[in-house]
């Protein structure tokens, strides 16, 4: 019995590896032997959000936020705190809307911060509004 592969994109260079289920926290990447994703949210922008959205096989958990946004500001801990509770089995990221407006109109964002799940390059789940750690990890396990 084979266990089943995984597509994970680094987060460092952005290549694809395919990663054997169960081991992605201790993958690194064939192309540029860094470890492939850590515990923390990755800090995504244009070409990046495609690639890691549409080629990985993990969930994304994305955090649509400004830096000029109170409520942004007071949830980037939490959601710092959330991807070590997720990790490995969801990767969190963070688009800042002010600088990625494309993306941002792409998909309608309207409010910050904005959680969005992803799933095989399809938005899954959607919640607008700050939350703590617990809340972000409770509600980001239903679509894990």
């Known amino acids: 019995?084979?266990?089943?592969?995984r597509l994970i994109v680094c987060s460092n260079c952005r290549a694809i590896n395919r990663v054997q289920q169960g081991r992605e926290a201790e993958a690194t990447c064939g192309k540029c032997k860094s470890k492939i994703f850590e515990p923390t949210p990755t800090e995504l922008v244009g070409a990046t959000f495609d690639r890691h959205i549409t080629k990985g096989d993990l969930p994304i958990l994305v955090?649509?936020?400004?830096?000029?946004c109170g409520p942004c500001l007071m949830m980037g801990p939490q959601f710092a705190e959330a991807a070590k509770q997720l990790y490995p089995a969801m990767r969190l990221a963070k688009i800042d809307t002010t600088a990625e407006t494309a993306i941002s109109a792409r998909f309608n964002i309207q409010a910050v911060p904005t959680l969005v799940i992803f799933k095989n390059g399809q938005e899954i789940a959607r919640q607008p509004?700050?939350?703590?750690?617990?809340?972000i990890v409770k509600w980001a396990k239903q679509f894990a």
């Open 63 to 68: 955090d649509f936020y400004s830096p000029s």
């Open 129 to 135: 509004g700050a939350m703590s750690a617990p809340d």
């Open 1 to 5: 019995m084979t266990a089943e592969n």
